[in-house]
């Protein structure tokens, strides 16, 4: 037998091998990326699993935030009786802050135009409250202040809350893919 004929002879067997040794390399690569599409699946779900009720929550504590400095609520929570004015207001301002404050971290979980519509809430909130009660006489009671404000709020229909609480909503509801509108 000559060189060639061998040489022939051994590319009948080895290109064959090779062929199928290729062709199970390239199996076992797309079945490991099939394994870690499938992990990173597993991951994700698990974390989201974990994402959702804090977001939810995150959304409840914003709405139960813009419930709480509704200037009816605020008037109602907040006693103005044998307050002046300024210590009325102040005493609101403050209860708006803080309860911002104490609520600051859930900006972490709520889309972001939603979160500035919370912020814009309670800025208008306070502005609001300020203006109201510069107007007003030095002699003027807290008291005097709650009753301006509810209907300074309802002739001006001043509702600073209300952007925000369908912003959350709408969220929530494309959240769980209920639809803007419902």
């Not at 929570?77 to 911002?100: H, I, L, P």
């Amino acid at each position: 037998m000559k060189t060639s004929e061998i040489i022939l002879e051994l590319l009948k067997y080895i290109v064959p091998a090779g062929l199928v040794l290729g062709a199970v390399a390239f199996l076992v690569r797309e079945q490991s990326k099939k394994e870690e599409t499938r992990m990173r699946f597993k991951v994700f779900q698990g974390a989201l699993s974990q994402i959702v009720p804090l977001r939810l929550q995150a959304y409840e504590r914003a709405l139960l935030f813009l419930e709480r400095i509704s200037l009816e609520n605020m008037v109602l929570r907040v006693d103005g009786r044998g307050k002046t004015v300024k210590a009325f207001q102040m005493e609101m301002t403050s209860e708006v802050r803080a309860e911002f404050e104490h609520n600051l971290t859930q900006q972490l979980y709520i889309d972001s135009e939603s979160w500035d519509a919370v912020v814009r809430a309670k800025e208008q909130t306070i502005g609001f409250i300020n203006q109201v009660a510069s107007g007003m006489s030095k002699d003027a009671t807290g008291s005097d202040l709650g009753k301006l404000l509810m209907r300074e709020m309802v002739r001006t229909e001043m509702v600073p809350a209300r952007e925000a609480i369908m912003l959350l909503k709408r969220d929530v509801h494309k959240m769980f893919r209920f639809g803007a509108n419902d």
